[in-house]
Nanobody, 121 residues
Framework: VQLDESGGGLVQAGDSLRLSCTVS????????MGWLRQSPGKDRELLTY????????YYEDSVKGRFTVSRDNAKNMVYLQMNSLKPEDTAVYYC???????????????WGQGTQVTVSS
């Protein structure tokens, strides 16, 4: 399974970006799909995930209400719409494919190389 993120860039605070994740090698309908990010000096953190039929989503508190995850199983793609971006959103963003285990714990087996998002103040 190969995941390729795109859509990152340099934006100003308050702007929006839409990240895309193109998946090849296996249909994403088998997976829960998520987005994570990692800032310099910090651990990688889970931002959001969406289950196979999009009726179960999770958002980390800092992005709730600003970020929206979506998926298109027919196109084998996942998206992250990011609105009202803040400087603290600056990070490398990763798409991931995995599964949910008890109490909504997302464990991912595959991830991409990431796309850089930089938000200036």
């Amino acid at each position: 399974v190969q995941l390729d993120e795109s859509g990152g860039g340099l934006v100003q605070a308050g702007d929006s970006l839409r990240l895309s994740c193109t998946v090849s090698g296996r249909t994403i309908s088998s997976y829960v799909m998520g987005w994570l990010r990692q800032s310099p000096g910090k651990d990688r953190e889970l931002l959001t995930y969406v289950n196979w039929d999009s009726n179960n989503t999770y958002y980390e508190d800092s992005v709730k209400g600003r970020f929206t995850v979506s998926r298109d199983n027919a196109k084998n793609m996942v998206y992250l719409q990011m609105n009202s971006l803040k400087p603290e959103d600056t990070a490398v963003y990763y798409c991931a494919a995995g599964f949910l285990y008890g109490a909504g714990r997302f464990e991912y087996a595959h991830w991409g190389q990431g796309t850089q998002v930089t938000v200036s103040s």
